[in-house]
């Protein structure tokens, strides 16, 4: 890097503490406004968060309480996974998973836990976990295989 470049960058990040400085200095700017305003939004957004996380405490805590088998829980999870507009992924996308074992020559993907993806952002909320898998053919299989060859030919 050269000497200009680095006083470049160094002036660039001063610049931007300089706009930072301003925006809390006078808060009747327009930017300031908008800062403000967001900040406020944001804060808004976490306490409405944390209480429906609480919520969600409480009625596990609850069911728990209650004897719930994990039928019962499964379907308490599955009711907040879609009130969230949590997306389950149990498909064989490699971008969603902590890949565990084996070696990708060897066979198929087997997904041990889903991913759980945010389709409104596209963020990975939680990553999968999965296996590369050596896959045996059994004999339904390979029939199936060979009536699908027939099938072609």
Do not use: C
């Not at 470049?5 to 660039?12: F, V």
């Not at 009747?28 to 409405?48: M, P």
């Not at 308490?76 to 998973?97: K, M, R, T």
């Not at 993907?109 to 999965?130: K, R, Y």
């Amino acid at each position: 890097m050269t000497k200009n470049t680095q006083m470049l960058m160094e002036l660039k990040a001063e610049l931007e503490t300089l706009k930072t400085a301003l925006v809390v200095m006078d808060p009747k700017v327009s930017a300031s406004a908008d800062a403000y305003d967001g900040l406020r939004k944001q804060i808004a957004f976490a306490a409405s968060s944390r209480q429906a996380h609480l919520v969600q405490l409480a009625q596990f805590s609850r069911a728990l309480r209650r004897g719930a088998s994990a039928t019962d829980l499964t379907s308490l999870v599955d009711e907040w996974l879609q009130e969230a507009g949590l997306e389950v992924v149990n498909d064989s996308n490699l971008d969603v998973y902590e890949i565990l074992d084996g070696d990708p020559s060897s066979g198929s993907l087997e997904v041990i836990s889903p991913a759980f993806v945010d389709p409104q952002t596209g963020h990975v909320v939680s990553m999968g976990q999965a296996r590369w898998t050596t896959r045996s053919v059994t004999k339904s299989d390979q029939t199936e295989q060979d009536g699908q060859e027939e099938a072609l030919a």
